[in-house]
């Protein structure tokens, strides 16, 4: 059974850094995709970050690019996400996400394999 483990949210103050980790587990072969979203009371759910498993190209949302890094440690079955110049409107539940067989983008609704998700909280 496929699994996914989100860790290294908590507390930054704006401008910091953070580094989260999604470790995968349980697939016969590796994702095509994975993705970083986020969930913040009141709004939508956003896809911001994304990496193609097999050639590591990515793609990041306007709200992130720039500031956050998508990337990946096959030998470790490990999406990690570097997030600089933190913002307060960054803090939400961030999840990571898989799929397995093609790559859906930022498209949220459409990636099969979920973590439980770690909160990122930033402070001004």
């Known amino acids: 059974q496929v699994q996914l483990v989100e860790s290294g949210g908590g507390s930054a103050e704006a401008g910091g850094s953070l580094r989260l980790s999604c470790a995968t587990s349980g697939y016969t072969y590796r994702p095509t995709c994975m993705g970083w979203f986020r969930h913040a009371p009141g709004k939508e759910r956003e896809g911001f970050a994304v990496i193609y498993i097999g050639g590591g190209s990515t793609r990041y949302a306007e709200s992130v690019k720039g500031r956050f890094t998508i990337d990946q440690d096959n030998a470790k079955n490990t999406v990690y996400l570097q997030m600089n110049r933190l913002k307060p409107e960054d803090t939400a539940m961030y999840y990571c996400?898989?799929?397995?067989?093609?790559?859906?983008?930022?498209?949220?609704?459409?990636?099969?394999?979920w973590g439980q998700g770690t909160q990122v909280t930033v402070s001004s």
């Open positions: 996400a898989a799929e397995l067989s093609w790559c859906p983008g930022l498209a949220s609704a459409t990636y099969k394999y």
